[in-house]
């Protein structure tokens, strides 16, 4: 090596010697970053790695049960099979979408829903594009699966209704949540794709009970989503089955004996206020709100003049009729307006100023007393006795009996129907009372409106010797079994009372008289009843004076509603009943028979005689609910 | 230095068996364990299988050691004699690949010759070491520190760099320009003429930003605030800083990442493998094959110091500084430390051609110990 040479091997190796410098630092840099990264924000990483690998899953409670009072399942739940999205993992949502409707059957519209439901919610949350997909359909979803990023395939539970439209004003149905109900309600569970709650009936009201409570299951899952294994799971706690006081079987029967007609029929336990019937005929399939129902479906429901959607138990407001004389007839009584022995002749009408009040009975029912009158509808006699009692004491007795205000039962949007009184004429039309609308209201006719549900309850506070009894579809869970629901007394006197519960007991039992020929024959099960035929149209003077035109030849909107209120059996009542068929024209030929059937039936299952099912917690633990 | 054979008369050959028995086994002993580093982790982030990575990148290590050991028994003069037809057939590649080369995930880099594809780019890193070692070799002292003598291979680094960059791949460019930048420094070149490209440099950067991709732009921004928006463009970045974070001091256990395995990392099994090492084996890991690394770089010294020629010398140090800068750069990427650049961790990332690459330079590298007593005149390069 000559000098030169060795100069430059010099310079090399200082700059050799430089560079390596530089190489240590900048490893120092590397080895200061991990440390930093590694230890010193290790914690703050492991957090974010388990953040990243682990996704809580919330899931959904079973929905509990509901029962009849035998325990019969009314509403259950049935496998799902369903298929969701998650926008966030799809390529593109729109493309995801028309390479499912290639599987399945999908419309324009649910794809629509589905775009608008994913601008609406966070992209990580999954949203259902269809369900209750049929076993060929879900398995073709399955097996193409691989290819469809961000889709879901799911089994879940999803709400039935084997007792079908028979309890559909009962139970109501559940539906989707809307925007309202996740601005009132902040139950995480809500937030779920495809999940229901409540949106009527008892669905509604018991919808907390119902629901149960959210479970979570924390799951590994990768990067795309895609669940690798499951870490732990905190089972939820299904929701509560609710056992109704209803009897199923005789709910059938109701609904059935009301066959073709638009009415309403209850039957009530008078002890206890029990509900064992409650029919609003007809009704509607509940199953078609739960999947999600059509337009076309809707508008053939909302269309229907017989209102299916409607329930006319508790929403449906009636004159009640000749049913009301009851009320008139015990109002008076107990305001001493007429003593027991009161007789009033019946020459056919009665004239109050220039008017002319006719009676039902063309001819006159000559001289009658309380028992006769209510045995024979006789208008004149109630005439007579609302224009000496005045409305505002019938008001006050009907408000009693239960008409005119909520029964307080355990179901939303129940109509309070309608009593006047001299002030509320006054708040209402700014007129004062004219005495011939006493004579009017006397007779049911009117102002005066009541639900079916006012007029059984009427009925079993006659019948249950004038104490309060208020209608439930679902026990209290604080009442002792089997020990009778205390009553208290609506402090009508057990005379009065009596005398009209006499009348009732005439109506059907006395030969000729307005309902005779819907008696119940069997011996000891013998009904005591009241008819009623309330005018939906009033009859025109011309019409009088041609003669009255015929029910039957009236178009059936202008028919009377037939009403019928009764109660067994006689000599020791337990069961009550309110009958209304809407245009049925007259309560002792349509309401009559159909009361006398309802109450022998319930006579034959006497459900109030049974023990009712033991309500329990879907986990089995026993506890009643209420 | 008396001991040393004098061999500078160009017709005496060492002896193969001779050559073989010279070959530093214990820098070849290192490299395989830095790829057998490599294979754990390709066999961990395929979820404990062998297969798709680990056993072809076995294989092609295999192929790249044998062609390293052909390398090293080449004589060095001959390297010399043909470094800058080398560099030539370099640039008329990376030209080809600009005309006709195959596009990969939006870049033309691959060049088909029907037979085998290659990186053109690739052949670039170890040519232009080659091409200033021979340059700097052939270069009296005196001129080193002239400017108008460094201008020549300044060109010899810009020219290739920029049509790199030109394809675009900002990261071999840069490593082409680290790497011309390390063997000027080797070579004696003043410190003021550093001084002055850094400058000249700095005053590009606004040029150099109006000419870059929106990806490349968008990836420096992303550099500069990687948590900003994590589920877009700064994913990468910080998933892959939850998984170095979250592996803590002594990492997760081996196949037990559950970012790697879980996809929640990009690329995990070619440019952001040492965050799967780094989580399920830590920090300790990490410094582990950091510290294989620095062996292999101080073999790197230990010969070029050792090596009796300047093109020698500057071949050695040129590979090791090559090797050094992919290392940094790769870690300093997956830790956040720099930009993401696509730069891959030498030996362990699954892929040939970069393997391929650094084995063959490390051929050369080995080449310059066998030949360490070779003279080679400074002219010694003319045909």
Same mark, same amino acid.
């Given at each position: 090596?000559?000098?030169?040479?060795?100069?430059?091997?010099?310079?090399?190796?200082?700059?050799?010697?430089?560079?390596?410098?530089?190489?240590?630092?900048?490893?120092?840099?590397?080895?200061?970053?991990?440390?930093?990264?590694?230890?010193?924000?290790?914690?703050?990483?492991?957090?974010?790695?388990?953040?990243?690998?682990?996704?809580?899953?919330?899931?959904?409670?079973?929905?509990?049960?509901?029962?009849?009072?035998?325990?019969?399942?009314?509403?259950?739940?049935?496998?799902?099979?369903?298929?969701?999205?998650?926008?966030?993992?799809?390529?593109?949502?729109?493309?995801?979408?028309?390479?499912?409707?290639?599987?399945?059957?999908?419309?324009?519209?649910?794809?629509?829903?589905?775009?608008?439901?994913?601008?609406?919610?966070?992209?990580?949350?999954?949203?259902?594009?269809?369900?209750?997909?049929?076993?060929?359909?879900?398995?073709?979803?399955?097996?193409?699966?691989?290819?469809?990023?961000?889709?879901?395939?799911?089994?879940?539970?999803?709400?039935?209704?084997?007792?079908?439209?028979?309890?559909?004003?009962?139970?109501?149905?559940?539906?989707?949540?809307?925007?309202?109900?996740?601005?009132?309600?902040?139950?995480?569970?809500?937030?779920?794709?495809?999940?229901?709650?409540?949106?009527?009936?008892?669905?509604?009201?018991?919808?907390?009970?119902?629901?149960?409570?959210?479970?979570?299951?924390?799951?590994?899952?990768?990067?795309?989503?895609?669940?690798?294994?499951?870490?732990?799971?905190?089972?939820?706690?299904?929701?509560?089955?609710?056992?109704?006081?209803?009897?199923?079987?005789?709910?059938?029967?109701?609904?059935?004996?009301?066959?073709?007609?638009?009415?309403?029929?209850?039957?009530?336990?008078?002890?206890?206020?029990?509900?064992?019937a409650m029919v609003s005929n007809p009704g509607f399939d509940p199953d078609l709100f739960n999947i999600g129902i059509s337009v076309a479906d809707y508008q053939a429901l909302q269309n229907n003049k017989h209102r299916p959607l409607f329930n006319k138990v508790l929403q449906g407001q009636y004159p009640p009729g000749s049913t009301f004389k009851m009320v008139v007839a015990l109002a008076a009584?107990?305001?001493?307006?007429?003593?027991?022995?009161?007789?009033?002749?019946?020459?056919?009408?009665?004239?109050?100023?220039?008017?002319?009040?006719?009676?039902?009975?063309?001819?006159?029912?000559?001289?009658?007393?309380?028992?006769?009158?209510?045995?024979?509808?006789?208008?004149?006699?109630?005439?007579?006795?609302?224009?000496?009692?005045?409305?505002?004491?019938i008001a006050e007795m009907a408000k009693r009996l239960g008409i005119g205000g909520l029964t307080g039962i355990d179901m939303p949007s129940e109509a309070a129907g309608l009593v006047p009184t001299r002030d509320w004429k006054f708040a209402r039309f700014g007129k004062r009372w004219a005495e011939g609308e006493s004579l009017v209201t006397a007779i049911g006719q009117g102002y005066v409106l009541a639900t079916p549900m006012q007029l059984a309850v009427m009925a079993a506070r006659i019948a249950n010797g004038g104490r309060v009894v208020s209608p439930r579809l679902v026990r209290k869970a604080s009442e002792p079994r089997g020990a009778p629901v205390e009553m208290r007394s609506l402090g009508i006197s057990q005379a009065s009372l009596s005398?009209?519960?006499?009348?009732?007991?005439?109506?059907?039992?006395?030969?000729?008289?307005?309902?005779?020929?819907?008696?119940?024959?069997?011996?000891?099960?013998?009904?005591?009843?009241?008819?009623?035929?309330?005018?939906?149209k009033r009859i025109s003077m011309a019409e009088r004076e041609s003669g009255v035109i015929k029910q039957e030849a009236r178009p059936w909107e202008d028919r009377d509603h037939a009403l019928f209120v009764a109660f067994a059996p006689v000599g020791n009542p337990r069961y009550a009943a309110a009958i209304v068929i809407e245009h049925g024209m007259s309560g002792a030929k349509t309401a009559g028979p159909i009361a006398r059937d309802i109450l022998e039936e319930a006579q034959r299952r006497n459900p109030a005689a049974k023990e009712p099912f033991r309500g329990r917690f879907a986990g089995g633990d026993g506890r009643e609910r209420g | 230095m008396a001991m040393r054979r004098t061999l500078g008369d160009a017709d005496v050959e060492l002896s193969l068996g001779r050559k073989l028995l010279d070959m530093r086994w214990g820098l070849i002993l290192v490299l395989c364990c830095v790829a057998a580093v490599g294979w754990a982790m390709l066999y961990s982030a395929a979820g404990g299988n062998m297969d798709p990575w680990a056993s072809r990148q076995m294989v092609r290590?295999?192929?790249?050691?044998?062609?390293?050991?052909?390398?090293?028994?080449?004589?060095?003069?001959?390297?010399?004699?043909?470094?800058?037809?080398?560099?030539?057939?370099?640039?008329?590649?990376?030209?080809?690949?600009?005309?006709?080369?195959?596009?990969?995930?939006?870049?033309?880099?691959?060049?088909d010759l029907?037979?085998?594809?290659?990186?053109?780019?690739?052949?670039?890193?170890?040519?232009?070491?080659?091409?200033?070692?021979?340059?700097?070799?052939?270069?009296?002292?005196?001129?080193?520190?002239?400017?108008?003598?460094?201008?020549?291979?300044?060109?010899?680094?810009?020219?290739?760099?920029?049509?790199?960059?030109?394809?675009?791949?900002?990261? =071999? *460019?840069?490593?082409?320009?680290?790497?011309?930048?390390?063997?000027?420094? #080797?070579? !004696?070149?003043? +410190?003021?003429?550093? @001084?002055?490209?850094?400058?000249?440099a700095g005053a590009i950067m606004p040029l150099a930003w109006g000419m870059m991709h929106d990806y490349q732009r968008k990836r420096i921004t992303i550099f500069l605030d990687p948590e900003s928006d994590p589920l877009g463009s700064g994913y990468h970045i910080l998933q892959s800083k939850i998984a170095l974070g979250s592996g803590g001091m002594f990492g997760k256990g081996f196949l037990e990442g559950s970012q790697a395995?879980?996809?929640?990392?990009?690329?995990?099994?070619?440019?952001?493998?040492? =965050? *799967?090492?780094?989580?399920?084996?830590?920090?300790?890991?990490?410094?582990? #094959?950091? !510290?294989?690394? +620095?062996?292999?770089? @101080?073999y790197g010294y230990a010969i070029a110091l050792r090596s009796g020629s300047h093109f020698g010398r500057l071949v050695g140090l040129g590979i090791t500084s090559m090797l050094f800068i992919y290392m940094f750069i790769n870690i300093a990427m997956v830790s956040g430390l720099v930009p993401v650049v696509g730069v891959p961790l030498p030996l362990v990332s699954y892929g040939g051609t970069a393997m391929l690459t650094l084995l063959i330079g490390f051929g050369f590298v080995l080449g310059v110990y066998i030949h360490r007593d070779v003279e080679i005149p400074r002219r010694g390069g003319a045909l």
């Open positions: 090596m000559d000098r030169r040479d060795f100069n430059r091997f010099k310079g090399f190796g200082r700059r050799a010697l430089m560079l390596a410098g530089i190489k240590g630092t900048l490893v120092s840099a590397l080895v200061a970053r991990l440390y930093y990264l590694q230890v010193l924000q290790a914690d703050r990483y492991g957090m974010l790695s388990d953040d990243n690998r682990i996704s809580m899953r919330m899931l959904p409670p079973l929905r509990g049960r509901v029962l009849d009072r035998g325990g019969e399942e009314i509403a259950n739940n049935r496998r799902n099979f369903r298929v969701l999205v998650v926008p966030e993992q799809a390529d593109s949502l729109r493309s995801t979408l028309n390479r499912l409707g290639q599987l399945i059957n999908l419309d324009d519209t649910q794809k629509a829903r589905v775009l608008r439901e994913a601008e609406r919610r966070r992209k990580f949350v999954p949203i259902l594009v269809a369900d209750n997909l049929n076993w060929e359909d879900f398995a073709r979803l399955n097996l193409y699966s691989p290819d469809l990023p961000g889709v879901q395939l799911d089994v879940g539970e999803t709400r039935a209704y084997p007792g079908g439209p028979v309890f559909s004003h009962i139970v109501g149905y559940v539906g989707a949540v809307s925007r309202d109900d996740l601005k009132q309600d902040d139950d995480p569970l809500l937030e779920l794709p495809g999940f229901r709650i409540g949106k009527s009936g008892l669905e509604k009201v018991y919808d907390g009970d119902l629901r149960g409570s959210a479970g979570d299951t924390q799951v590994e899952v990768n990067a795309y989503g895609r669940v690798i294994r499951e870490l732990a799971r905190h089972e939820g706690q299904p929701g509560a089955d609710l056992v109704l006081t209803i009897d199923a079987g005789l709910q059938r029967f109701a609904a059935e004996r009301l066959g073709e007609e638009s009415g309403a029929a209850v039957v009530l336990d008078i002890l206890n206020g029990d509900v064992l009584l107990e305001a001493g307006v007429i003593l027991p022995g009161h007789t009033v002749f019946c020459p056919g009408h009665m004239e109050l100023g220039d008017a002319k009040f006719h009676c039902w009975k063309k001819g006159g029912h000559g001289t009658l007393g309380v028992v006769q009158a209510l045995g024979q509808s006789c208008d004149v006699f109630f005439y007579d006795v609302g224009r000496r009692v005045g409305p505002d004491r005398l009209v519960q006499q009348g009732m007991n005439a109506v059907t039992n006395t030969p000729g008289n307005t309902a005779y020929t819907s008696r119940i024959k069997t011996v000891g099960w013998e009904m005591a009843g009241k008819t009623g035929s309330a005018q939906v | 290590f295999g192929g790249g050691v044998v062609l390293m050991l052909a390398v090293a028994l080449v004589d060095q003069r001959f390297w010399l004699r043909w470094a800058y037809l080398m560099y030539a057939v370099g640039i008329c590649l990376l030209v080809a690949v600009d005309l006709v080369g195959r596009n990969a995930m939006g870049a033309q880099r691959w060049l029907g037979i085998i594809q290659v990186q053109p780019s690739e052949v670039m890193k170890i040519a232009l070491v080659l091409a200033l070692a021979r340059y700097f070799h052939g270069l009296a002292d005196e001129d080193v520190r002239r400017f108008r003598w460094i201008l020549v291979p300044a060109a010899m680094t810009a020219f290739p760099m920029a049509l790199v960059l030109k394809q675009p791949d900002l990261g =071999t *460019a840069m490593m082409l320009g680290l790497e011309g930048a390390a063997i000027f420094f #080797l070579a !004696g070149v003043a +410190l003021r003429w550093f @001084a002055l490209a850094f400058i000249s395995h879980l996809s929640f990392l990009p690329e995990k099994q070619t440019d952001f493998i040492f =965050t *799967a090492l780094a989580e399920e084996f830590g920090m300790v890991g990490g410094l582990g #094959l950091i !510290g294989l690394y +620095l062996l292999l770089v @101080a």
